[in-house]
């Protein structure tokens, strides 16, 4: 199995989707309601290929073999509380065929070098508070709930946590 990591260029739009798509599918299918699934996936192709441009410099792709598998975007953090001294991680998919084969921990362990490598102390992201899988995998790779909440209202509510990890750990 060979991995790679880059940044993703408009040509990766149509493979990042369908990621994303599958991802959403498998991952929330117990969390969200299968209409709201429906619903943003199918805005996710005109999505890639409107945010992913020659310029990106914060959206990933994972290739396993030359196939694209994986997704995520690590950037300045969303949260007014958090400074400079933070990057976060804004996702991280993984097709499902893909699960549980360390590929998501193979990209955890770039995400934690890149933003090493940016002289950023600290790793934020946000999780569902019910995605148990991924809070479990999340708290593998050295992230702890900070308290941090917020609520959504999408016709349901749904709780999201926020989750903080020291990089000066040595990697996993």
């Known amino acids: 199995m060979h991995i790679t990591i880059r940044l993703a260029n408009p040509a ?3 493979d990042m989707a369908e990621v ?10 117990h969390l969200l309601p299968a209409d709201y699934i429906r619903e943003k996936n199918a805005t ?13 410099t914060n959206s990933y792709v994972i290739q396993k073999d030359n196939k694209t598998v994986g997704i995520m975007k690590i950037a300045e953090p969303t949260d007014d509380d958090l400074d400079s001294r933070y990057f976060e991680l804004h996702y991280l998919y993984l097709h499902p065929g893909c699960f549980r ?5 193979l990209a955890m362990d ?14 934020s992201l946000w999780v569902f508070a019910k995605n148990n899988d991924a809070i479990k995998f999340y708290e593998a790779c050295g992230f702890r709930p900070d308290g941090k909440t917020k609520t959504q209202e999408r016709g349901w509510l749904m709780e999201i ?12």
């Open 12 to 14: 990766d739009a149509q």
């Open 20 to 29: 994303g798509m599958k991802s959403w599918e498998v991952a929330y299918k």
């Open 44 to 56: 996710r192709v005109h999505q890639y290929k409107r945010v992913i441009t020659d310029e990106n």
């Open 101 to 105: 084969e360390g590929i998501g921990t």
């Open 110 to 123: 770039y995400v934690f070098d890149h933003v090493r490598k940016l002289g950023k102390k600290y790793i």
């Open 161 to 172: 946590i926020r989750m903080i990890r020291d990089n000066q750990e040595t990697n996993l």
